[in-house]
């Protein structure tokens, strides 16, 4: 009874916690976007186990108006393995795009999509952050498959502002 009294109490000081709001960028040229991105650190992710090292996204724009997505990395034997998929824009909201690597005829379904939301971007387009707004996702990313720490310190600085835990983050490429 106790313990039952003291939730009470102290969930609603723990509800009125407020973490600053996940936000994306106002605005993402998807001609720009495209092409190899090589991530430089992430946050763990189970269908990230296995890989090593030289770690790539490579996206194409398609005809229908989406992005084509290919992920590759190396792993522990010295090979790569590969995942595709294709994204699409969120209506409304340029810096946000939906991401599945379900096969096209399950697209329909909702919950094969996921949130794929680029939260900084340089204004050059040679490096990017992407997030999800539940915070359980985090790629810093670069056009160059290195990047220099003082500029990794402040891209993490900023997904910190927007409430990510970086304590697990997983660097992926030594910084220079």
């Known amino acids: 009874m106790l313990f039952a009294l003291a939730a009470v109490f102290v969930a609603p000081a723990h ?6 709001p996940v936000t994306s ?16 650190a992430h946050l763990p992710v189970s269908f990230q186990k296995k890989c090593q090292g030289e770690i790539t996204a490579q996206y ?3 005809d229908d108006g989406k992005v084509g997505v290919r992920n590759r990395c ?3 034997d010295g090979g790569f393995i590969e995942a595709e998929g294709v994204a699409r824009r969120v209506e409304g909201h340029p810096g946000r795009l939906e991401v599945r690597f379900a096969p096209d005829w399950l697209g329909w379904m909702p ?5 794929y939301w680029v939260i900084a971007l340089d204004p050059d387009y040679q490096w990017a952050v992407v997030g999800d707004p539940d915070r359980r996702y985090l790629w810093i990313l670069s056009r160059t498959p290195s990047m220099p720490r003082m500029q990794f310190e402040q891209l993490k ?6 409430g990510y835990d970086l304590e697990p983050l997983i660097l992926a490429t030594p910084l220079e």
């Open 60 to 62: 194409t724009l398609r």
């Open 157 to 162: 600085a900023r997904a910190a502002a927007m």
């Open 15 to 20: 509800a009125a916690r407020h973490e600053p």
């Open 25 to 40: 960028v106002p605005q993402l040229d998807l001609s720009r976007y495209a092409g190899t991105w090589h991530e430089i």
């Open 111 to 115: 919950l094969v999509w996921a949130d």
């Open 74 to 76: 190396r792993v522990a």
